[in-house]
């Protein structure tokens, strides 16, 4: 058995197999005996394909991770005969035909993909507990969630089964978990990386897919290996100016830094989160960076508002789009999907423009900010991870939203304030997150903060659209100056 197995990240496995130090077989029984180890009390997986990983070893491996096993989130990422749930009950035994563009990559890449991870039903929240899987636990502390909606990537992650894992990320998906299981999650910009085939840009272009790692190079190189457009794509970005991974200990010039510790939303942020940041900002001194207070000229309630517009039309479209997949009636859902659904179709297509336009507007804020500051910095969320089930809707609202949905009753509730509501209620833990995919710029959670009660805490960095580079060379940056990848759970 090789058991230095987990300490090793993507880039050093990838080393040791291709000088012949251990084999990819080796680190592949390594993989699965650590999933093994920790299944079903971390509750990752959603699917093991160790067969098909092993199938991978038959023919030979090349690309920069060659060997590496790997884990997909459980939706979109399709993987011609594996079974995609998406969380979903319905969908338990959906089994897409074709492999998706990114995917492709991956396996180009020399990735052995091992099992596919949790997700909440269609991916629609930031926990993952699902009646069909059962609830994910968070490596750090098993009482609490890995986050959402790539929960089960995070928590695989952190809990060593894997030195990365994919993960996508709609308002938050990949930082959030980043930051509940200590890892490195960065969010590229709209059309860096491909939605090919069946997507041209997902969420309105808010959702991007990368993965999660333990170190910053292994997100740079991964990030290398499937970034770019495909034929057909709506958006094209500027290439990077050098590969990803030469951002990897390049020199930073001195940046100036504005930082915030208010929850947009006007919700509360614990003490941990505030700590978390202002230690950063002396971090970020102590390296010649200019660090002050400062927070764009946005409006956060409209933020969340039009997040939460653009959230009940997608969430609609993709429950029937689930349903005329497998044929499955709306009521195998989740009262939650359901209810969400609802709102979707009841929201005019006037009402749905209109809250898309002001997208335009934070940009504008954003941009002017950005004339000042190179990054902005915040807490990734506002409150650790919710303990298990804390989330979980009471069944008399349940029961609630069953009825509205019999009574088709969508546009009564949204005359009744409903989204100005449900935009706090589902936000207040996680306000930091959905403006960078609104505005389509990339962001990224850094670990660099633990707090008293042994849980991690994320720091959130944005920067200008297209600027993945700067990202993450302040990030290899602070991981020099203050490490994180040796910390471990115990579990």
Known sequence: MFKEYADYDATGLAALINSGQVSAAEVLDAALAAIDAGEPKINAIATDIRDKAKA??????????????????????????????????????????????????????????????????????????????????????????????????????????????????????????????????????????????????????????LGFSHSVRDSAALLDAIAGPAPGDPFIIAPPERPYIQEIGAPVARLRIGFSTKSPIGGRVDPEMVTAVHNTAKLLESLGHIVEEATPAINGTDVSRGYMGMYFGHVSAALAKACKL??????????????????????????????????????????????????????????????????????????????????????????????????????????????????????MSVPLHWGADGLPVGVHFAAKFGQEGLLLRLASQLETAQPWAHRRPTF
């Open 56 to 209: 991978q070893l038959q023919t030979p491996l090349s690309g920069p991770f060659a060997g590496v096993p790997f884990l997909l989130k459980d939706i979109d990422l399709a993987y011609a005969g594996v079974r995609q749930t998406a969380g979903a009950v319905a969908l338990k035994n959906y089994t897409p035909t074709e492999t998706s563009e990114i995917v492709k990559r991956y396996l180009a890449a020399g990735l052995v993909i091992t099992a596919t991870t949790t997700t909440p039903e269609l991916a629609l929240k930031a926990t993952t507990e699902t009646e069909l899987h059962g609830a994910t636990r968070n490596p750090w502390n098993l009482n609490h969630t890995p986050g959402g909606s790539s929960g089960g990537s995070g928590a695989a992650v952190a809990a060593r089964y894997v030195p990365m894992a994919a993960a996508a990320d709609g308002g938050g998906s990949i930082r959030i978990p980043a930051a509940y299981c200590g890892l490195f999650g960065l969010k590229p910009s709209r059309g860096r990386v491909s939605s090919a085939p069946n997507v041209g840009e997902k969420w309105d272009g808010c959702d991007v897919t």
């Open 326 to 443: 497998t044929g499955a009636k709306e009521s195998s859902f989740h009262p939650d999907t359901r209810a969400i659904a609802l709102l979707g179709r009841a929201l005019s297509a006037e009402a749905f423009v209109t809250m898309r336009a002001d997208w335009n507007i934070f940009a504008r804020a954003m941009g002017k900010f950005h004339e000042t500051y190179d990054i902005y910095v915040t807490p990734t969320t506002a409150m650790g991870p919710a303990k298990i089930g804390e989330l979980e809707t009471p069944k008399s609202q349940q029961t609630l939203a069953k009825l509205m949905v019999t009574l088709n009753a969508g546009k009564l509730l949204l005359k009744s304030g409903i989204v100005d509501k449900l935009a706090f209620e589902n936000l207040e833990r996680t306000p930091f997150t959905q403006l960078a995919n609104m505005i389509f710029c990339p962001a």
